[in-house]
């Protein structure tokens, strides 16, 4: 009888549709950055081939005019300029910004005109460039009163400054026009600087603010334990 025939014959698992493979990821990361050069074929030339990232199948690939990354969590995005230069100094996907969830996008002016700058969001955070103010990172509470006042195009203007996190758990941030602050004991406190300095508290029936109405009433819903969602 044949050999064949009479060896024990050994199970092997077999993945499920939903699993996927290390190459099989390889693949579709490499397909996915092609697709985002072609994209944006100002990147230019690849600088060498692509790089995995830490323990799992995450993928970069670097360009002549920036970098294209990829995770099965957030498809591939570029990052380029000073936007990717302080994501990597922060750490990169590493960091508590992780990996982007956009592509570099410009910054705009209140009336929705393009101003000197660019940003980009990530899993934990965004950063805002401007030639005036530099690279800086919101996250947190902060980056979501900000979105919810309109960022940069809002009263508060661009972050001048990193997000920080102070004594008794309190994260806040400086802007063009103002200041965000708050901690879950006593919730957002938004600062309007100016010719109409003042202060808004969730809560606080005295205040008068810079704030247009729609923004006002945003304000008004922040009781320390909301946490709005991106």
């Known amino acids: 009888m044949a050999e064949w025939m009479t060896a024990p014959v050994r199970a092997e698992r ?3 549709d939903d699993e996927s493979r290390p190459a099989d990821l390889f693949l579709v990361a490499a ?6 050069r072609t994209e944006h074929g100002w990147l230019g030339e690849p600088r060498g081939r692509h790089e995995r990232l830490g323990e799992g199948q995450q993928y970069l690939r670097r360009f002549d005019g920036g970098a294209v990354c990829w995770s ?23 960091s508590i910004l992780g990996f982007p969830i ?5 910054v705009a002016w209140p009336d929705g005109s393009t ?7 990530f899993e934990g955070g965004s950063i805002y460039w401007s030639p005036e103010h530099g690279a800086r990172v919101v996250r947190g509470m902060v980056r979501d009163i900000w ?25 806040s941030a400086r802007f063009e026009h103002g ?3 708050w901690s879950s004991a006593d919730g957002p406190l938004v600062e309007i600087s100016g010719s109409e ?34």
Do not use: M, N, Y
Request: aromatic share 2%.
């Open 115 to 121: 101003r000197p700058g660019g940003h980009a969001h």
């Open 179 to 181: 200041r965000i602050a």
């Open 147 to 171: 979105a919810l006042l309109g960022w940069e195009r809002g009263a508060l203007g661009l972050p001048v400054g990193d997000t920080e996190l102070g004594d008794e758990g309190v994260l």
């Open 14 to 16: 077999v993945p499920s």
């Open 31 to 36: 397909a996915a950055i092609g697709a985002k």
């Open 197 to 230: 300095a003042s202060a808004h508290r969730a809560g606080a029936s005295d205040a008068t603010s810079a704030l247009d109405p729609a923004s006002e009433r945003l304000l008004g819903r922040l009781t320390p334990g909301f946490a709005p969602q991106d």
């Open 72 to 94: 099965s969590r957030t498809g591939a995005h570029e990052v380029h300029g000073p936007v990717a230069e302080c994501w990597e100094a922060h750490g990169a996907e590493t």
């Open 102 to 106: 956009t592509d570099s996008a410009p």
